[in-house]
Nanobody
Framework: VQLQASGGGSAQPGGSLRLSCIALGNIFSVNDMGWYRQAPGKQRELVAGVSRTGATNYADAVKGRFTISRDNTKNTMVLQMDSLNPEDTAVYYC?????????????????WGAGTQVTVSS
């Protein structure tokens, strides 16, 4: 199983960016998914999460600006980031709890995608 993240890049304050993440592999089910970020000199923090049923939660800093969504049929997740500000600059990571097959056995584990850089500056 692997998570592949894409999107990110640079934007001006007030601009928008979109991050995507797809879970690939011999997957039985993708459960909770989320986006985390880590700014230089800071700890990794949860940005937004979405359950398999679509329930969402957001960090206070991004509420009203970011929208998380997922497509269970494609094992994908999207983070739409609007009204970006310089404090959103960080490396963003996707995370998912995945149930997967290894041989005949079903396993469950958390997986992380490679980080993608988001830079907001004028």
């Amino acid at each position: 199983v692997q998570l592949q993240a894409s999107g990110g890049g640079s934007a001006q304050p007030g601009g928008s960016l979109r991050l995507s993440c797809i879970a690939l592999g011999n997957i039985f089910s993708v459960n909770d998914m989320g986006w985390y970020r880590q700014a230089p000199g800071k700890q990794r923090e949860l940005v937004a999460g979405v359950s398999r049923t679509g329930a969402t939660n957001y960090a206070d800093a991004v509420k009203g600006r970011f929208t998380i969504s997922r497509d269970n049929t494609k094992n994908t997740m999207v983070l739409q980031m609007d009204s970006l500000n310089p404090e959103d600059t960080a490396v963003y990571y996707c995370n998912a709890h995945v149930q997967y097959f290894s041989g005949d056995n079903l396993h469950g584990s958390d997986f992380w995608g490679a980080g993608t850089q988001v830079t907001v500056s004028s």
